[in-house]
């Protein structure tokens, strides 16, 4: 789902500046907002930690490692997540 989430993501992030340089000057604003916080959105996988994971998830195309790496970092279990969808 991740690597899915993040083909469309760029896919997204294309249209819009696309739409940027053929909207007016209020809606280019808009799109712009909306495009700097699609840049700036990080994702990551969260996870509970398991055995063989590394192997597992290599079968789908994810290195868990760096999710892993990021949850471990940054404590994204124990954190508050925010998540805004639409």
Not at 64 to 83: C, P, Q, S, T, V
């Amino acid at each position: 789902m991740y690597n899915y989430v993040q083909e469309y993501w760029k896919e997204e992030i294309k249209k819009l500046k696309a739409k940027i340089k053929k909207a007016t000057q209020q809606e280019a604003q808009e799109l712009e907002r909306r495009l700097k916080w699609m840049q700036e959105t990080e994702m990551a996988v969260v996870i509970s930690q398991e055995q063989n994971e590394i192997q597992t998830f290599k079968k789908w195309d994810l290195d868990i490692k760096y999710h892993r790496a990021k949850m471990e970092k940054r404590e994204l279990d124990k954190g508050n997540l925010h998540f805004h969808l639409g």
